[in-house]
């Protein structure tokens, strides 16, 4: 069975720090690029960052680039978000995503497996 379980959200304050995690399981995890989409209340889904299947190649969403870092230990088969400097337009749940490629894609529909998501609320 695939699965994509999320975790390290939670509640902080702005300017502050979270280091979200997503263990994979199922599937070939160094056959698959990886995303970070997430989905702030009553919005679609925004693109956040990517990452190609063995690390090498790294993308942000405009809004992120030097306050997000992502990453992956394919030997955990775990991938990372690292995020500082929250901002509370930052709320929104965060989930991981699969694409069957090397490379990534920033449009959700070309992604295969999915999270079932964590909350990051950015409040004080």
């Known amino acids: 069975e695939v699965q994509l379980v999320e975790s390290g959200g939670g509640l902080v304050q702005p300017g502050g720090s979270l280091r979200l995690s997503c263990a994979a399981s199922?599937?070939?995890?160094?056959?698959?690029?990886m995303s970070w989409v997430r989905q702030a209340p009553g919005k679609g889904l925004e693109w956040v960052s990517a990452?190609?299947?063995?690390?090498?190649?790294?993308y942000y969403a405009e809004s992120m680039k030097g306050r997000f870092t992502v990453s992956r230990d394919n030997a955990k088969n775990t991938l990372y978000l690292q995020m500082n400097s929250l901002k509370s337009e930052d709320t929104a749940v965060y989930y991981c995503?699969?694409?069957?490629?090397?490379?990534?894609?920033?449009?959700?529909?070309?992604?295969?497996?999915w999270g079932q998501g964590t909350q990051v609320t950015v409040s004080s």
């Open positions: 995503a699969a694409r069957e490629a090397t490379m990534p894609s920033p449009e959700s529909y070309e992604y295969d497996y």
């Open positions: 990452i190609s299947w063995n690390g090498s190649s790294t």
């Open positions: 199922g599937f070939t995890f160094d056959d698959y690029a």
